[in-house]
């Protein structure tokens, strides 16, 4: 889909890089010319990720960081700009979520998911930000939020709000620093089988139906949300800023749509039914 040298001259970083879509976002980046930078708090999938794309040939470098703490985020992206030069592009990809009835969510709970979703992702991108423009370059920011971050929903309420927060920051700071070069854009995913999000979010016996909520028939494909990742922090999409990018195979839209069951049913029985309704012609 892309030149191999589509992100040549590019050095990115990516919070919770070492695993699940922020890894497969790693290797796209760097298959494609980029040299990646990964942070996150475990050091043994970073140093994994970081050697595959180091024995493919290509440049990453690691640090890890809680993205909860401002000062360990400016102590992980210092080493990893010294490793492989000013940054510019940040991918805020770390998150944290459970499945929980809110009336049993303790204080820290809430807030153990707000400070890594909102707070984190503040954090990278008023890091990144204050380098770019101290600088004089340009940037980018994308970051992975969902659809629930507009609608809502029912049994994740801290990442929901969460994602509608880091889905705010993107269309404010979008205006607020154009006039520096920065642009900031985010990818609503809908369900892709990674180990952390289907481990905490997608109880086995519900992922049958899970599937049935996807017009498209199947679950995402990390590489796919990857090569969405490369357009948005690629020049392809230099006039694009504040917009988010849905990719989910039409399963928000299935979920508000009245009449969207019908697609469950054998079509010649949703045409028999709605042959059954039709007055007959006089
Ligand atoms: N249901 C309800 N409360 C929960 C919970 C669950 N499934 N899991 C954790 N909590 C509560 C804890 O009880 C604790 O509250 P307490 O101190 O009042 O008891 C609070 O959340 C913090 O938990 P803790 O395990 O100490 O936090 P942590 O910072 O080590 O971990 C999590 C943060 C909970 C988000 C952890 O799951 C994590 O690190 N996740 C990262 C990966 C991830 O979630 N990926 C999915 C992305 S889609």
């Known amino acids: 889909m892309f030149r191999h040298d ?12 070492g695993t ?6 790693a290797e ?66 770390a998150a944290g979520n ?15 998911i707000v400070r890594i979703v909102l ?22 920011v994308l970051s992975i939020v969902t659809t629930y971050a507009w609608t809502g929903s029912a049994f994740v309420v801290p990442s929901a709000c969460a994602k509608a927060g880091v889905l705010a920051m993107t269309k404010s700071l979008a205006v607020e620093w154009a006039t520096y070069g920065i642009r900031l854009n985010a990818i609503a995913p809908g369900p892709f089988p990674t180990e952390g999000a289907f481990s905490k979010l997608m109880p086995k016996e519900l992922e049958e139906d ?5 017009p498209l028939g199947r679950f995402g494909d990390p590489a ?7 357009y948005l922090l690629g020049p392809a999409s230099a006039y694009m800023t504040g917009e988010c990018v849905v990719l989910d195979g039409g399963e928000h839209l299935k979920a508000g749509q009245e009449f969207a069951r019908f697609v469950d049913l054998p079509r010649d029985v949703v045409k028999g039914m709605m042959a059954a309704l039709r007055p007959a012609r006089s």
């Open 224 to 230: 796919e949300l990857a090569d969405l990742a490369v």
């Open 28 to 93: 796209r980046f760097a298959a494609l010319g980029a040299r990646v930078g990964v942070f996150g708090r475990r050091e043994a999938p970073l140093q994994e990720v970081v050697g595959a794309i180091q024995g493919a040939g290509s440049h990453a470098a690691w640090a890890t960081a809680d993205v909860r703490d401002a000062d360990q985020i400016k102590a992980a992206i210092d080493s990893l700009e010294r490793q492989l030069g000013p940054a510019t592009g940040l991918v805020n990809n």
């Open 119 to 140: 707070h984190g992702s503040f954090h990278c991108t008023r890091d990144l930000g204050r380098r770019w423009i101290a600088r004089g370059t340009p940037g980018k």
């Open 210 to 214: 899970a599937l049935r909520q996807v």
């Open 98 to 112: 459970f499945l929980a009835t809110t009336e049993d969510l303790s204080p820290n709970a809430f807030d153990a």
């Open 6 to 17: 589509a992100l040549q001259g590019e050095v990115i970083v990516i919070s919770g890089g």
């Open 20 to 25: 699940g879509l922020g890894r497969a976002m």
